[in-house]
């Protein structure tokens, strides 16, 4: 709670979620989805103090490697196998302001394309120094950053041959409960991401573009990492300024 | 331009995929030593306020089998009905208590489980009472944008009557897809994502 104490509250109702540019939950292309997306219209509700507010994570939850997925699974002197990589950029919301205290949490096959899994069967063979997860916490200026391996591309049962692109899957908590997202992660330059069932579930070619990081020359380490930048957006609030007042507020 | 919005767009969703695992609860998928805990096991402790619960249920697909991989966050306000957040304007909530618990279903039984609180009664946006209810988002591999939804008590049968929310559900007998049943200990809630019996889910 410490970390948000000297913020303004935020009170509004998130913007209502543009849902065009999301992937529908009925997409045929993405064979799994045909018997896990619902059938009826969605029950549509401005937002109440449930949507509104949502928890707080602080930094004292986050180990020192928890950024750092090159170490953070490794033996003492030892580290991942693969192309070194930085991942940084700001969360923001909507209306362009950085969110300060966003929590994020990373997860990803390793340099293969094998993840640490029970379920999974791809062949290229785990590294016993990567584990696969990590986890950072925004600043004042909505930035983050961490240090990883470049994921492998993986084939995965869906079509006869579909692969999926390198990819980092990221969750993401704002300052509300609505705003909870997950999303995946691209790199810029990357033919495979035309070719992915799972990114073609979004309509909007833009849509797909605001998920693919560039490579950050300016910000690549020399002798030692290439960074690479990719920028969030989380729903934006409506200024409270003529809103009907929530009881007790 | 000065007069320019400057809006931008939401950061589109992707679906969680099979090894959500790996990234939301790395302990309870043999990732051991990476983080100390798995965020979002301990919702209360021994000085929580309140009546305590096991909310407990499973998610169907479209052919009625429970899905085994999927992934649950609840958020609730603690048993007076304030939400632990720095949104929450009405007071302080009981700093023993999260309000906010995440569980990966059973990999054998995909039962998903909370041991928390019966929250307390929240304003609606018109100061009305809500009848008490625990906020669900679910994830899983199949589904591209996570899905929300409420749970209500059935316990609660005169606050669920006067529920605004419940009261916006146009064909009434879909409104026991919210309700789960229980003895005041233990509260059963069962997800449905296609079918006769397919839960209301919200556009929040
Ligand atoms: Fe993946």
Redesign the interface.
Known sequence: MSDMSNRKPETGAFFPRDRSWHPPAYTPGYKTSVLRSPQKALLSLDGTLSEITGPVFGHSILGELDNDLIHNFARAGESAIGERIIVHGRVLDERARPVPGALLEFWQANAGGRYRHKKESYLAPLDPNFGGCGRAITGEDGTYAFRTVKPGPYPWPNGVNDWRPAHIHFSVFGHGFAQRLITQMYFEGDPMIWKCPIIATIPDRAAIEQLIAPLDWGNTIPMDARAYKFDIVLRGRRSTLFENRLEGN | MVQSL???????????????????T?NF???A????ND?GTAMVNDNTLGQRITVTGQVF???GTP?K?VLI?I???DAAGL?????????SADPNF???GRSAADGTTGDYRFETIKPGR??????RK?AP?I?F?I??????????T?MYFADETAANAEDP?LA??EHRI?VPTLIAEGDGKTYRFDIH??GEK???????
Not at chain 2, 9 to 16: I, L, N, R
Not at chain 2, 83 to 91: F, H, I, K
Not at chain 2, 198 to 204: L, Q, S
Request: glycine share 10%; hydrophobic share 35%; proline share 6%.
């Open positions: 400057d809006t931008l767009k939401e950061t589109p969703s992707q679906t969680a995929g099979p090894y959500v695992h790996i990234g939301l790395p998928c043999d990732i030593g990476v983080y100390q965020l697909d479209g052919t899905m991989d966050e958020w609730q306000a939400y632990n957040s720095p949104s929450e304007m009405r007071g999260t309000g906010w929240v304003p609606f946006r018109d100061g809500m209810h906020s988002w994830v899983a591999r199949g589904i591209n944008l996570g899905l929300n409420r929310v916006r559900i879909r994502l296609q397919e839960t209301v889910f919200f556009d929040i």
